[in-house]
């Protein structure tokens, strides 16, 4: 069951961790004016893509391969507190370290925080 279980894990398949379980790895997070991006060390074409331009999600995201298996993600502060809206994941990845899966109707909301600011 092990070796099965391994064999599934979707990194071990090149595929991207997914939302909301992101990555075991370290990650980066760079902003721009339009934009956040996590860029993630584990697998090296691996980011997430956060619009913070006002846009609304596609009427009929395509979860398609690569950039919708961590799905359309749009962003915005509510203090100091990015709020992170995601839909249009595809079915490859999981949605936990245990290996629960989901459906292409997967719709996450995040808050991420900063606890303590590094310099």
Not at 66 to 82: A, C, D, P, R
Request: aromatic fraction near 12%; charged fraction near 20%.
């Amino acid at each position: 069951m092990k070796l099965v279980f391994r064999k599934t894990i979707p990194e071990s398949r090149c595929l991207p961790a997914g939302v909301p379980r992101i990555a075991p790895y370290p990650w980066r997070i760079v902003q721009t004016p339009a934009h956040i991006f996590f860029l993630f060390e584990g697998n090296i074409h691996s980011y997430r893509q956060i619009f913070m331009d006002c846009r609304s999600h596609p009427a009929d995201p395509d979860p398609s391969w690569y950039g919708h298996s961590i799905g359309h993600s749009i962003g915005h502060f509510e203090g100091k507190t990015l709020v992170v809206d995601t839909v249009g994941c595809n079915d490859l990845s999981w949605f936990d370290f245990k290996g629960q899966s989901h459906t292409e109707r997967l719709h996450t909301q995040l808050g991420l925080s900063a606890v303590k600011l590094i310099p």
